[in-house]
């Protein structure tokens, strides 16, 4: 039996309801049993009905644990949901959000450390207050950090020297930065299109990986790590774009043509079609593909059962499903299946 790690899995606390002031935020049930989520002026909602949003295992580390046992996860990774960056509020309610946010996901997995950890979320429209989060955080445990999309939000993209900060931070602690995107429009009350989250989402991990290559990011924090969620949107499919770029384009920063940082970034798996996901093992090698299934999420899948069906060597898939991740966060499979439970 391989040793299992989900890294992409989502939070909303009770802790951080109403902690936000105008923002909430706020999650409610409504009488026709349909779950409201709201948040400044954006608000989600469930089909009527459908309790999705009100479930258990969003908040209680009992129930998350119940069904990682059930599903036979070992570790899972939390973070929390997107819609709660807050990077466009004002810093007198972004900051202390964040470490309310942190401090409970803290407590969520401070029972059970072995088998659950979290990426730190920082408040990003204040760097020297995001340095200190991420300082803050590292000693509440944190194995990494979640960053979103940054150039809508906060008007640069994540290669900007403006970050830089951040990155050292993250390298210092030995942080890999899970780069979470985020529905751009939120921040006005705007943000259901389904197309940014279908499509959009894809196009911010393509973005991302395009500007953390190219910028000469990994020249400055060579050992820094990042993780492009959802199969890194189109970089496995048009890196040799980016090699080309490299050569041709005059304001490319790295030092190096991308294929040189390979090392530098890994993908989750949440690739739902069997021949793009064979090409991302193909193209990035198994050293630098997580088990990511975005439990909770509108589009999770089963992780494991999807690398299963890669039918690759046993080292390869072991790596996939856990080995990579121990490596990466610094996790004990002996300790983390010590207790493990097999539910029929």
Known sequence: MSFTVDIHSHVLMPQTMNAAGAYGPELIREPDGTGLFRIGKYEFRSKPGDGYILDERWHDPKARLADMDRNGIDVMGVSVSPLTYLYWADPEIAVPFASIQNDSMSDFCAGNPDRLFYFATIPLQDIAASVREIDRAAARGARGLNMGQT????????????????????????????????????????????????????????????????????????????????????????????????????????????????????????????????????????DQVLVGDNYMGWDAVDGFSMIRELNLPAADEEKIMGLNAARLFGLDPVRATAGRVTVA
């Open 151 to 286: 150039d809508v939000a906060l008007g640069h993209m994540p290669d900007a020297e403006h970050f830089w900060p951040v990155y050292e931070a993250a390298e210092r602690h030995n942080l890999p930065i899970l780069f979470h995107p985020y529905p751009p429009g939120i921040e006005h009350g705007t943000g259901e299109n389904q197309l940014v989250w279908i499509a959009g989402y894809l196009a911010q991990s393509t973005m991302t990986g395009a500007a953390m290559l190219l910028g000469g990011v990994f020249d400055q924090f060579p050992n820094l790590k990042i993780i492009l969620p959802h199969g890194g949107g189109a970089m496995p499919y048009q890196w040799g774009r980016f090699d080309y770029a490299f050569e041709r384009m005059r304001n490319v920063k790295a030092k190096y043509a991308p294929s040189h940082y390979k090392a530098n970034i890994f993908y989750d798996s949440l690739v739902h079609d069997v021949r793009s996901r064979r090409h991302l093992v193909d193209f990035a090698g198994a």
